[in-house]
């Protein structure tokens, strides 16, 4: 046999058991990422409902994976230290909040990252102009 064809036949998926078993497993995968969806939509509407602020998908991901809280007075804080780097002329400004850290993107008026404090250790932050202290 085709030594590339052997392999084809390896890497193909072999299933066993009841084939009505085997589309319900299949759903049921594609419906915990439709809930992993869902979810990142309902905090973005919740977000952008509480808030003048907007996250990047990159920072909604790091928010959602890191655990990190965002409720309606760390978005009250948050927006805090946007509109005093906006006063300092800054566009690109790390805001530390707590054991939070936060990369705005101040024209935008948007979160392009953020890090907690598990993560924060050995962190080097670039391309920002200026830091504010929440």
Known sequence: MDPLRYNQL????????NPVDIQQNRDSRETSGEENAS???????????????????????????????VSAEQ?????????????????TPLILMDTTAFVVNVPNNKVVTVVNDESLKGSVFTNIDGTVMI
């Open 10 to 17: 390896l890497q193909r998926l072999v299933y066993t058991g």
């Open 39 to 69: 979810f990142q939509k309902v905090l973005e509407e919740k977000l952008r409902e509480e808030s003048g602020i907007s996250f990047s998908k990159h920072a909604m991901e790091r928010v959602a994976e890191r655990n990190v809280d």
């Open 75 to 91: 978005l009250e804080r948050l927006n805090e230290g946007v509109r005093l780097a906006e006063e300092k002329g800054l566009r």
